[in-house]
């Protein structure tokens, strides 16, 4: 029994990506899985889980992605499908397109921000 109990966790932990600091990667990155950024990424994310900028993360490029927890900077566009969380001491140039938006005190964004939302946008077209 306490092999399969194992197994399962090892299979939840493995889903999760990591790029860890001090690690440098160029291009585009294309997951199904949540994914963790402590590195640099110069490119772009594309991910139908979770994605999480830590402290030390920094991206120069787009996110398209359900869900983004920034602690640290983003310079680029960003789409989330679900939620947007700019942490305390996180930094975002850039637009963004969000059904949910979360700024801490402390984080700092400069760009524009997009809200579609379908009761909205069916009231205009009337």
Same mark, same amino acid.
């Given at each position: 029994?306490?092999?399969?109990?194992?197994?399962?966790?090892?299979?939840?932990?493995?889903?999760?990506?990591?790029?860890?600091?001090?690690?440098?990667?160029? $291009?585009? +990155?294309?997951?199904?899985?949540?994914?963790?950024?402590?590195? /640099? %990424?110069?490119?772009?994310? =594309?991910?139908? !889980?979770?994605?999480?900028?830590?402290?030390?993360?920094?991206?120069?490029?787009?996110?398209?992605?359900?869900?983004?927890?920034?602690? $640290?900077? +983003?310079?680029?566009?960003?789409?989330?499908?679900?939620?947007? /969380? %700019?942490?305390?001491?996180? =930094?975002?140039? !850039?637009?963004?397109?969000?059904?949910?938006?979360?700024?801490?005190?402390?984080?700092?964004?400069?760009?524009?921000?997009?809200?579609?939302?379908?009761?909205?946008?069916?009231?205009?077209?009337?």
């Amino acid at each position: 029994m306490t092999d399969k109990k194992q197994t399962s966790t090892d299979q939840v932990v493995s889903n999760i990506n990591r790029i860890c600091e001090n690690t440098k990667i160029t $291009g585009t +990155i294309e997951t199904t899985g949540d994914i963790r950024i402590d590195g /640099i %990424l110069d490119g772009s994310v =594309v991910s139908t !889980g979770r994605v999480v900028i830590g402290l030390k993360g920094k991206i120069k490029g787009d996110l398209h992605c359900s869900y983004i927890d920034v602690s $640290g900077k +983003i310079k680029g566009n960003i789409i989330a499908n679900d939620v947007l /969380i %700019l942490k305390e001491k996180s =930094v975002l140039v !850039g637009e963004i397109t969000v059904q949910k938006l979360i700024i801490e005190s402390g984080a700092t964004f400069n760009g524009l921000c997009k809200m579609p939302n379908n009761e909205t946008d069916n009231n205009n077209e009337k």
